[in-house]
């Protein structure tokens, strides 16, 4: 343990481990209501508007420590990030859900092969599952990281804590366990942010108000930035941006679509989408608020910094040195809730996809307690692959961990956002087209993140404005060279 450290304190150790024997007990008790693919995938289509609202907008342990890093380093420019989702709303309500729920099976990705064939449904899915090894993996990671720099347990101990509780949840209890859990563990995040702002104002002398007054002082609460500059957070970067940022799982991400199917119907998808979006808000103003309240709390109390490392670390070290005991293990279980919410929706939507796009649709017919088994199997595989590259990391050096996500989000996930807006949105694109300008996305981002330096916000935006142009594009071009009808399944 290094000379900055505290020992993390048998309090403390007792609330991470409540924490974690809660979660694993939520997911457990759904397991007995799993007896069908259609509820391991769907849930029987059995879990209220609300619930499912509340657990998607579970905020990612990525941002749950980089927001306020954010904010405690620079300001509040990053608070449009999540604005774009409630733009979106209307659109995914009034266009996507009924798309979506049309199809016959759990996967999105069916809906490529009706429109552009088998080709384009085994791209998607393909494209999916690496997307979500990747992410797992990096989500796993950054908690261990920030696990071990507060006890004094190994980064590679913490990874596999929490990626076996985590997959152990996800394998029994299918997507019903997984989004009941996401909901008590948003409830959790919550709490455990609202418990260390408030512990933050009360430390401070003078309470909010100096708070308010030291931000003040600092420019800490600007929120916009004007600036034609393409390289920074100026306002419009960072809202158009986002707003294609936030598309992408909207409208190609199984693990969203997936949740469209687990309510009654369209009309209570919608309801859960409208309060996923008021959330996000919320949830996006709370951590920019323990961020700036640590900034604050230290320009009181500078001595306290001596051993930071930097200032991504700055919410690890702020729970291992300035919270009591027994709160400190139920902001690091925040933190776990975080990590842990993405791994179990990643794990139970890399299973549906590996069933039902590949298994299912190339192989010979077979019953559903097959493929039920198969499903679990497939889970517990998936989540063993996540720890292993998660430990990878943990030994490999690499530079901003967010920054990394986004780029490999932008790689593989924006080209097929594209293929999505391309198959709903246009009727005259053709297969050979839009394949075409989902590789050439890729190629293009490829490009753009090595050799340029656009902001990483914009990553989203440039990976879907080239798949749809250049897809778009050649299919006028093949429909001009040799006339056919546009692709099966659209009218």
């Known amino acids: 343990m290094s000379s900055s450290s505290v020992a993390f304190g048998a309090l403390n150790y007792l609330a991470l481990g409540a924490y974690l024997l809660g979660t694993l007990w939520l997911g457990l008790w759904f397991a007995r ?231 009654t119907d369209v009309a209570a998808a919608g309801r859960a989408l409208w309060t996923n979006a008021g959330i996000a808000l919320i949830n996006t103003c709370l951590l920019l608020g323990v961020g700036t309240a640590m900034f604050v709390y230290y320009r009181q109390f500078p001595t306290h910094l001596d051993g930071l490392p930097k200032a991504d670390a700055i919410l690890p070290f702020f729970i291992a040195r300035e919270l009591p005991p027994g709160v400190a293990g139920l902001v690091v279980a925040g933190i776990f809730a975080a990590a842990q919410s993405a791994i179990s929706t990643s794990l139970n939507s890399t299973s549906t996809v590996i069933v039902t796009d590949f298994l299912q649709r190339l192989g010979p017919p077979r019953d559903d307690a097959y493929w039920l088994r198969r499903a679990k199997v497939i889970t517990a595989i998936a989540g063993v692959v996540a720890v292993i590259l998660a430990c990878l990391l943990a030994v490999t050096p690499m530079e901003s961990a967010f920054d990394f996500f986004q780029r490999l989000l932008g790689l593989t996930s924006s080209g097929l956002a594209g293929l999505f807006i391309l198959g709903i949105f246009t009727r005259r694109t053709r297969t050979a087209g839009a394949l075409t300008g989902a590789v050439t996305s890729a190629l293009v981002l490829y490009l753009v993140q090595t050799q340029t330096k656009v902001h990483v916000y914009l990553y989203a935006l440039t990976g879907i404005g080239v798949c749809v142009i250049v897809g778009y594009t050649v299919s006028l071009l093949l429909t001009a060279l040799r006339p056919s009808p546009p692709a099966s399944g659209q009218a």
């Open 33 to 263: 209501r799993t007896r069908s693919t259609s509820d391991y995938f769907s849930a029987g289509r059995r879990i209220p508007w609300w619930v499912m609202g509340i657990s998607i907008s579970n905020v990612s342990s990525i941002s749950y420590m980089s927001i306020p890093a954010k904010a405690y380093a620079e300001n509040w420019t990053i608070f449009w990030v999540n604005v774009p989702i409630v733009l979106l709303a209307p659109v995914v309500i009034l266009v996507l859900l009924p798309v979506f729920a049309r199809l016959r099976s759990a996967s999105a990705y069916e809906f490529l092969e009706t429109r552009f064939g088998l080709g384009a449904r085994l791209y998607g899915a393909t494209a999916f599952v690496l997307l979500q090894l990747g992410r797992m993996a990096l989500v796993i990671y950054l908690p261990a990281l920030a696990l071990a720099a507060v006890t004094d347990l190994n980064v590679i101990v913490c990874i596999m804590l929490i990626g076996a509780v985590s997959a152990l949840y996800s394998v029994v209890g299918g997507i019903e366990g997984v989004v009941w859990t996401d909901f008590a563990q948003t409830v959790f995040l919550v709490g455990a942010a609202l418990l260390s702002f408030a512990l933050i104002v009360s430390r401070l002398e003078g309470g909010f108000g100096t708070l308010v007054q030291v931000a003040s002082e600092h420019d800490k609460f600007r929120s916009i930035r004007w600036s034609g500059d393409y390289t920074t957070t100026a306002i419009w970067v960072v809202l158009l941006g986002s707003l294609f940022s936030a598309l992408v799982p909207y409208i190609s991400d199984q693990s969203m679509i997936q949740r469209y199917q687990t309510t």
